[in-house]
């Protein structure tokens, strides 16, 4: 089986780095990233594919998301836990997560697959991130997915009654006029790409200062990425 180039190597290592994967498991890693199609374009490698992975980090997510809601809502019902773990879960709120991680670019694709923009696609991003979860409790069980899904997820999303809908943006500045902080201001940093398939990096500024950037295909989309990330940020280091 062909063994994964040098560069690639490094930077399944900076995701290893990222996730708390020990390298030695580097192997799960790539193959959470490994997509169907280019298992399929390559059979005489005989690559693994993320599908089963997908299939254990879903159910693990959502045990994690589960018990976090449960511990933290004692007085929501059942049909509350339950509507709020599959916000939590869904596609929609799983793709950008995977964007912030970084995991796009170490998709591996089939031509068509990637011809087709499926390093963008939700989808798809959404299933590797599953896998990635999925890898990570094979090699540490809970102990070592646990941290990790927490640490990506914003906090207020197990908290709040009414979820934002990921208007990132508009949670931000609601946290900043809280706090008496309202000079924020959003900047594109970085254009790359086709004209067709562009790809934008945002800067979230707090008080004239870079606070967090994020990446998008349109520049809204950036700018809501770079805003998530900076409410991690700030809900991390206890604002």
């Given at each position: 089986?062909?063994?994964?180039s040098?560069?690639y190597?490094t930077s399944?290592?900076g995701l290893?780095?990222?996730?708390?994967?020990?390298?030695?498991q580097?192997?799960?890693?790539?193959?959470?990233?490994?997509?169907p199609?280019f298992a399929?374009e390559?059979?005489?490698?005989?690559?693994?594919?993320?599908?089963?992975?997908e299939?254990?980090g879903d159910?693990?997510l959502g045990?994690i998301v589960g018990?976090?809601?449960?511990?933290r809502?004692?007085d929501?019902s059942e049909g509350?836990?339950?509507?709020?773990?599959?916000a939590?879960?869904?596609e929609?709120?799983l793709a950008?997560?995977?964007?912030e991680?970084?995991l796009g670019?170490?998709?591996?694709l089939?031509?068509?697959?990637e011809?087709?923009?499926?390093?963008d696609?939700p989808?798809?991003?959404a299933?590797?991130l599953?896998?990635?979860?999925?890898?990570l409790f094979l090699a540490g069980?809970?102990t070592?997915?646990q941290?990790f899904?927490?640490?990506?997820i914003?906090?207020d999303?197990?908290?709040?009654r009414?979820?934002d809908?990921g208007?990132?943006k508009t949670a931000?500045q609601?946290?900043?006029?809280?706090?008496?902080?309202?000079?924020?201001?959003?900047?594109?940093?970085?254009?790359?790409?086709?004209?067709h398939n562009?790809?934008f990096?945002?800067?979230?500024?707090l008080?004239g200062?870079?606070?967090a950037s994020g990446?998008?295909?349109?520049?809204?989309?950036?700018?809501?990425a770079?805003?998530?990330k900076?409410?991690?940020?700030?809900?991390?280091?206890?604002?």
């Open positions: 089986m062909e063994r994964p040098s560069s190597k399944l290592l290893a780095k990222q996730t708390g994967m020990p390298t030695e580097l192997a799960l890693l790539q193959t959470a990233l490994t997509h199609s399929a390559n059979p005489r490698e005989q690559w693994e594919h993320n599908q089963r992975l299939f254990l159910a693990v045990l018990e976090a809601l449960y511990q809502q004692p929501w509350e836990l339950s509507r709020r773990r599959a939590i879960v869904c929609a709120s950008p997560l995977a964007r991680l970084g670019p170490l998709l591996r089939g031509r068509g697959e011809n087709s923009g499926g390093r696609k989808s798809v991003l299933d590797a599953e896998a990635v979860i999925g890898a069980g809970l070592l997915a941290p899904v927490l640490s990506i914003p906090n999303v197990f908290l709040l009414q979820l809908n208007d990132h931000f609601e946290w900043a006029q809280r706090k008496g902080r309202i000079d924020i201001g959003y900047r594109i940093l970085e254009e790359s790409g086709p004209p562009r790809l990096v945002a800067g979230v500024y008080d200062k870079l606070l990446e998008g295909r349109t520049k809204k989309e950036a700018e809501q770079a805003a998530g900076a409410r991690r940020q700030v809900q991390q280091g206890g604002g």
